[in-house]
């Protein structure tokens, strides 16, 4: 990936270019000491003049008013105005046509920069006189947030209408709301900073300054990237809106980076210093403002995908070269329009350029499905079935046929700060992290668009990465998530009505990702690679959870790697310092889910003893657990010497009814709900009763036998043996009230037992 | 004769001489004489002078010429020499910028090699597998 600039041979402004932005795809505003606004088109490069500002207006920023999304609903802003400040010390509102609507006194000093929030309902400022003020969004003083000793450089706004500024060597996170906790600060940088900016999608800043260097934080201000000193101060720097690349501006030098900090490419164009840099909505094109009063157009190329045996590299804005590996053929796709987004996956490749989607499917690159986008697309995730388009206004689905299937929506989705640890997507299911309650997964089902269930699933801690898997039945749909804590856990997706079952899987997880054809879970988990060859175990038999995984050492990678993808038995990284890097699993696990799920057992159980290895033996342990396959999961558990397990299950194989035996499994799973549910719905109330009398849950042993009027001196008999062994005495309330009038003969209820499991064999035998 | 002479000293008694032509002098012929002569050698020697003059003024003008061509001269050495010492900091710059680009495909070169390496290792494990598994069966 690199960036592609272009320059005209003579500057048009007559002084520095001072500020850039751009107002729509393929429009700029630059501004100039000259005090001239010009207008550029970005496929001409001509520059119309729109403007010219008084002779004292020396510009320092501008930014137009976002425009703003509200419930899905794109609200084309009829005042189409943007922000300026200048070395006056005012702020001037001025509308598209360059007339200053409004002249604002806002610090003394030089203001040196202003953003508005991503709603557009405030604007924050700050001046060399140190201070940081909020005004509304006609220009009113709201409020002066800070006031510090030293000019304010660089000003930005975070997820959370939290502020963050630069304070000389210093960057400050402080919160709008008055009286909240202290602001964070942190020392960033050696020399005095000259840019911040905060993603909204990816949560992350970044900083520049005179130590030459630019750094990546999070907002917690832990670093995550410090580049080495250039020969030239960071001037200007930017995130592209999607959060995936950013860009950073010197002397003559322009510079594109991987989000995690690493550089794609570095650019020496004649421009003298970058003062201000900004990207395109869609994240593919970008401007400078260059010393020299030129302004520099660049826009990104040769990005590349891969995927199993393709590799695609977006050769020119319109062009897409794609590459068969294993028989070297070639295609190139053309583009009626600029490309925005391509995605690879599951024999498809889905391209979005500026007004259109395009679906190929591996096996005939000439005749794409088409069909026409209304918006920039910013995200596409693909599932086996069908795939998923994220544009600013909300979610939706469409098959790979081209059809609109769904646009899952809910009351506050913000489209926008999705990225692909926000949203996942799988052939029935839809799940989406609330960007206002971090803690909120929604759910949705994939054809119809509707929620699962009337709540979102509510995680304990902030989610911060989600995986749905991509195989198996619908009812067995599984979401895998990282929490703010960096645990993993698992969760069942499709509950009927009960609660979402959640279970933890490992402490530390960097990243993860799902296997694209069987239901693997590939981990990295500080200094290993683990995969679950059955993440599923952890609802059946989650003492064998440990014994199902497969493990290597990760140090081979680096400090900590990055999963990118997980296809057939390989799995790709990305180490820190953006080299792809490939590992291998065995390819046994693949062939045992594929056995499993075919029902083979036989051969599972083959292959397992050809294989002779434990974690192949505990995940089908716990795949003929949950499938019930008594033979099968009792030879496993033999081999993985769990002789109480073994024992078990052939004590549940001698069971008369099959409602019992699949009782007894849920039990086994360590769910005794499901259990009591089994037995209640075959009518083995007696079995429910005895169950509950030997977890020692009293309380609901004598519930039952009440409510279906039997056994009550059973439950009471028992419970007295209870006591009378334990040396205690009833304290129980229930128990006392009901021992009244019921005596217990043991004689009669034994003949009682003898009767039941009389009727249990004869029921089954009819 | 004796007139004459006397005639003489009563004439060079009141201050006036008789030359040779008998005309009636104030000098004394012999001064008069000189002094022609003097008046005679100033004259030439005013015209030497002037010859002199011109050809000095000739000369200056020379010189000045002469001077203002190696002022320009001097100047165009220094332009030259600044000129030759701006291009070593305008390569020094380009070599810097190509340094720089060269670092930066060396980063990418090495990214390259380590996703080699790890193909490598890929196939070796899989041609490992396929031996074990062809020798197991």
């Not at chain 2, 201050?15 to 005679?40: I, M, N, W, Y």
């Not at chain 2, 670092?103 to 899989?126: C, G, H, I, N, P």
Request: aromatic share 8%.
């Amino acid at each position: 990936m690199r960036l592609k600039t272009s320059l005209l041979k003579e500057p048009k402004h007559q002084d520095i270019t001072c500020c850039v932005a751009w107002t729509s795809a393929d429009e700029v505003y630059s501004v100039s000491d000259d005090h001239v606004i010009l207008s550029w088109n970005n496929f001409t490069s001509e520059a119309t003049k729109i403007t010219q500002l008084p002779n004292e207006v020396f510009p320092t920023d501008i930014h137009w008013f976002p425009r703003t999304t509200v419930m899905g609903k794109q609200q084309s802003s009829a005042s189409d105005f943007f922000a300026l400040t200048a070395t006056d010390g005012r702020l001037y509102l001025v509308s598209r046509t360059g007339k200053i609507e409004k002249k604002v006194e806002a610090h003394r000093g030089a203001v040196l920069s202003a953003r508005w929030n991503h709603d557009g309902t405030a604007l924050v400022s700050v001046g060399e006189d140190g201070q940081v003020k909020i005004w509304s969004r006609s220009g009113m003083l709201r409020s002066t947030l800070s006031q510090n000793s030293t000019p304010v450089y660089s000003v930005a706004w975070g997820p959370d209408n939290n502020v963050l500024y630069t304070n000389g060597k210093n960057l400050i996170i402080k919160s709008l709301q008055a009286g909240n906790a202290k602001p964070l600060q942190w020392k960033a940088h050696d020399g005095i900073i000259l840019k911040a900016d905060w993603n909204a999608v990816n949560n992350l800043i970044l900083s520049g300054g005179e130590d030459c260097r630019y750094r990546v934080w999070d907002s917690y201000g832990r670093q995550l990237y410090s580049s080495s000193t250039s020969e030239y101060p960071v001037t200007s720097l930017a995130w592209t809106p999607d959060g995936e690349l950013f860009a950073v501006g010197s002397f003559s030098t322009l510079r594109l980076c991987d989000k995690a900090g690493w550089s794609h490419a570095l650019e020496k164009p004649a421009t003298g210093s970058i003062f201000n840099i900004a990207w395109s909505v869609d994240g593919t094109q970008m401007v400078g403002a260059c010393g020299n009063g030129h302004v520099i157009f660049a826009h990104i190329i040769e990005r590349r995908v891969e995927w199993k045996q393709f590799e695609l590299v977006v050769a020119t804005r319109k062009t897409i070269l794609v590459r068969n590996v294993t028989d070297d053929s070639r295609e190139k796709l053309d583009f009626r329009d600029r490309i925005v987004k391509l995605s690879m996956a599951f024999n498809h490749l889905v391209v979005a350029t500026t007004s259109q989607c395009y679906v190929y499917s591996s096996k005939n690159w000439n005749t794409p499905m088409i069909f026409d986008l209304k918006q920039s697309v910013s995200l596409i995730v693909q599932a086996e079935k069908h795939f998923l388009l994220v544009d600013s206004i909300g979610i939706s689905l469409y098959s790979y046929e081209g059809r609109f299937l769904s646009s899952p929506k809910y009351v506050g989705l913000r489209a926008n700060v999705l990225n692909l640890q926000t949203v996942s997507l799988s052939n029935d299911t839809v799940a989406v992290r609330d960007k206002a309650d971090e803690k909120l997964v929604y759910l949705f089902e994939a054809h119809s668009g509707k929620a699962l269930s009337d709540k979102p699933l509510a995680h304990k801690m902030e989610v911060v990465e989600l995986a749905l898997d991509q195989h198996g039945p619908m009812s067995e749909r599984r979401l895998a998530l990282i929490d703010k804590n960096r645990d993993l856990y698992l969760a069942t997706v499709r509950t009927f009505g009960t609660a979402h079952k959640v279970m933890k899987l490992a402490v530390m997880i960097q990243s993860m990702s799902w296997n694209d054809d069987t239901n693997m879970l590939a981990a990295l988990q500080d200094g290993r690679f683990t995969v679950w060859v059955y993440p599923n175990t952890a609802f059946v038999d989650q003492a064998l959870l440990p014994k199902t995984i497969t493990e290597k050492d990760s140090s081979e990678f680096g400090k900590n790697p990055f999963i990118i993808s997980f296809l057939g038995n390989h799995v790709t990284l990305r180490r820190v310092d953006g080299s792809l890097v490939t590992t291998g699993i065995t390819p046994y696990p693949a062939i045992l889910h594929g056995y499993v799920s075919s029902a083979h057992w036989d051969e599972a159980v083959r292959l397992c003893r050809f294989v002779k290895e434990t974690f192949l033996w505990a995940s089908l342990a716990a795949m003929a657990a949950y499938a019930k396959e008594l033979a099968t999961a009792e030879v496993a558990y033999a081999a993985i010497d769990e002789a109480d397990k073994v024992n078990y299950i052939q004590y549940i194989k001698e069971l008369p009814s099959k409602e019992a035996r699949n009782a007894e499994m849920a039990l086994f799973g360590g769910s005794p709900q499901d259990a009591e549910g089994i037995l209640l719905q075959g009518g083995l109330v007696f079995r429910a009763i005895m169950m509950h009398i030997n977890l020692y849950s009293w309380d609901r042993a004598l519930e039952l036998a009440l409510k279906h009027k039997t056994h009550v001196d059973t439950v009471l008999g028992f419970r007295q043996r209870y006591l009378v062994k334990f040396n205690k005495s009833e304290t129980n309330k229930r128990f006392q009230q009901y021992a009244e009038g019921v005596d217990i003969d043991w004689a009669k209820i034994e003949a009682k037992i003898e009767m039941e499991e009389q009727k249990e064999r004869e029921g089954k035998r009819k | 004769m004796v007139v004459i002479e006397m005639a003489d000293d009563t004439l060079v008694a009141v201050g006036l001489h008789l030359d040779d032509l008998k005309r009636l002098r104030v000098l004394e012929p012999d001064v008069a004489q000189e002094t022609s002569e003097l008046k005679e050698e100033c004259k030439e020697f005013i015209d030497k002078i002037g010859e002199f003059q011109s050809i000095v003024g000739g000369f200056i003008s020379m010189v000045d010429g002469l001077s203002k061509e190696v002022e320009k001269e001097k100047m165009k050495a220094i332009g030259a020499r600044n000129l030759l010492k701006s291009i070593t900091k305008q390569r020094e710059a380009q070599q810097q910028q190509l340094l720089a680009l060269i670092t930066e495909k060396r980063t990418q070169l090495e990214r390259l090699r380590l996703q080699y390496d790890a193909l490598l290792k890929v196939e070796a494990e899989q041609t490992d597998f396929v031996e074990q598994y062809l020798l197991q069966r």
